[in-house]
């Protein structure tokens, strides 16, 4: 359902990306954290008050770049905290599914996670204290729903504690993160342990790789954000290189990436996360990493294909170089989210990719409905060789597939 109008605009035409330039996101020395009125646009709340009075952060250059003004209803804001206020209400293991899991899946995890990050960009502290305290009871009562970090799908729920450390210093919360962000590169455990687990361990990478796209998120917002919190560079190091492996093993010519080695089609959503994770892992990576010229190409190519693909009305397909195929908003967010965050950081040229991550937004924003339901938000989607298997995936309402990359948007567009 669609509750904004979305001015066509013109198709903008691919450029070159911008030279890497971001600072370095690692802890220093107390005597040389910057004062409070050093502190550029992108670490202020929007009322311009300190991201957190204790700010520890090498930061990276403040973009002038807001791309507003909005059209009503459609600002970072009002969209963030419609959907965050939707998130928090929802019991635990429950959120968008027919019955409770086992443990919190990593659909749950992604949208928490950028409800929190909205939350303190936006300088909600009431959206803060509310999304705590639903974590608290995983701290206690009910441990049993944490997930055993055996799996990317179910490790990257370590982002989670760990951006809650970083608002209120909870130190169970680094401890359970880091606990999980350290057993990823230990030794294989557990069921999904197998001989090619031992592969993987033994070249110094996680032994959790797959090979699929979708795990360049999940990988790299725990280890990401493990560095974050800890300022421990092996986190990002390692994650990098990983990264420079899944580069080296599944992007096309084209800029995009296939689904898996055996499964040759371009999802929409698994590219989406490819894209969300490159912009996550630069946004940190130190500039004098060694891998980071590498990362920086791949993110480059592909943003710059993703122009040749977004529709004129803003928006991207489940199968992104097929036209006839649906119009998926996950991917559609993911996408923005990564073009918004290029832009924001001076990666990508704003005259060009600006209009591109506006249009974006705007178009997955007519989406939500009155419930701050997204739709059409492609089901939960395993590898598979068949074309028809990804153009027949069912089109979900509300789906935190969709509901997560939203909120990574309206973070990202507050920065």
Known sequence: MRLIQVAALLAVSVLVCAAPGIG????????????????????????????????????????????????PGSSPLEIGRRVAARFVK???????????????????????????????????????????????????????????????????????????????????????????????????????ANEESWKYFRKGLTWQTRLWIDD????????????????????????????VVYL?????????????????????????????GMSELLCSLPKNNADRSRIMEGYCTMMSSLLKYQGIDG?????????????????????????????????????NYGPAARMGWLAVVSYLDENADVHEVCEGTGKKNDLQYYLDRKRNVGDLHGQAPLLWCAAALLR
């Open 216 to 243: 360049m998120f999940m990988i790299t917002a725990a280890q990401a954000q493990a560095y974050r919190a800890t300022g421990d560079r092996r986190y990002i190091e390692r994650a990098a290189r990983e990264m």
């Open 24 to 71: 370095q996101n690692m802890r220093r020395p107390v005597a040389e954290l910057p004062e409070i009125n050093e502190l550029p646009n992108c670490f202020r709340f929007v009322d311009g008050s300190p991201v957190r009075s204790n700010d520890d952060w090498d930061v990276p250059k403040a973009s002038v770049t807001d791309f507003g003004p909005w059209p």
């Open 90 to 192: 929802s019991p635990l293991a429950v959120s968008g599914r027919a019955e409770p899991a086992k443990y919190i899946t990593y659909p749950e995890t992604c949208t928490w996670y950028g409800a929190l990050m909205f939350a303190r960009l936006a300088g909600d502290t009431a959206l803060q204290a509310a999304l705590v305290r639903r974590f608290e009871p995983l701290l206690d009562e009910r441990k049993d729903l944490v997930p055993v970090p055996d799996h990317v799908d179910l490790t990257v729920f370590a982002a989670v504690p760990f951006e809650i450390f970083m608002q209120n210093n909870d130190r169970r919360c680094l401890d359970l993160g880091r606990n999980m962000a350290d057993r990823q590169w230990g030794e294989p455990f557990g069921s999904n």
């Open 248 to 276: 080296d093993s599944l992007q096309r010519p084209n800029g995009l990436f296939y689904h898996a080695p055996d499964a040759p089609f371009f999802w929409g959503r698994g590219n989406g996360w490819m894209a969300a």
């Open 315 to 351: 928006m991207w397909h489940q199968l992104i170089d097929e036209p006839d195929s649906w119009q998926e908003t996950s991917c559609s967010a993911m996408f923005t989210f990564a073009l918004i965050t290029g832009v924001k950081n001076g990666w990508l040229d704003e005259e």
